[in-house]
């Protein structure tokens, strides 16, 4: 899962959706029934795992709920980026995160402040969904092909205690 919690939202969240998230922003089991397996592990039921999974999303705490895996290999990828004015910044990010094979939108301090992971079956389609995004953006897409693979930990602690604060 990729999680972001905003601030304000975190006194909405109880002890089951956070031990939800804090279990797993990785290792989402690779079974026939992973939301099963995870309500045996949270003690709940598997319908109540995926209610809270489609509430978490739609108030905008999880972005995305699925595996991330070598896109190198089972398709094409590429990391590219935006510049957009300031004030319209989450506009364009909702743009971006209701395209095909997005994953990964985040803000960055730069000239170009939003930077995003794009996938696809091949490169032919990979193009084109560029293409296509950047035609409803109106602004340059910045294409950054992977030379050599990094892995990078998405997963986060998150510190309940202080967002309960702000």
Do not use: K
């Not at 109540?48 to 709920?65: T, W």
């Amino acid at each position: 899962m990729h999680c972001q919690v905003p601030y304000c939202l975190a006194q909405d969240l109880d002890t089951l959706d956070r031990r939800l998230i804090d279990s797993y922003q990785r290792g989402l089991p690779v079974c026939i029934r992973p939301f099963h397996s995870i309500a045996e592990r949270l003690g709940c039921s598997e319908d109540d795992v995926l209610a809270r999974l489609e509430r978490l999303q739609a108030m905008g705490v999880l972005s995305r709920v699925g595996p991330v895996f070598d896109h190198a290999r089972a398709g094409a990828s590429l990391l590219a980026a935006v510049a957009v004015p300031d004030a319209e910044r989450d506009a364009f990010a909702e743009l971006i995160n209701a395209a095909p094979g997005v994953n990964h939108n985040y803000a960055r301090e730069h000239d170009f402040n939003l930077w995003f992971v794009m996938t696809a079956p091949d490169e032919a389609e990979l193009e084109a969904r560029l293409d296509d995004l950047e035609a409803r953006l109106g602004v340059p897409i910045l294409r950054l092909p992977m030379l050599e693979g990094y892995h990078i930990d998405l997963s986060f602690p998150i510190p309940w205690a202080e967002l309960e604060r702000a």
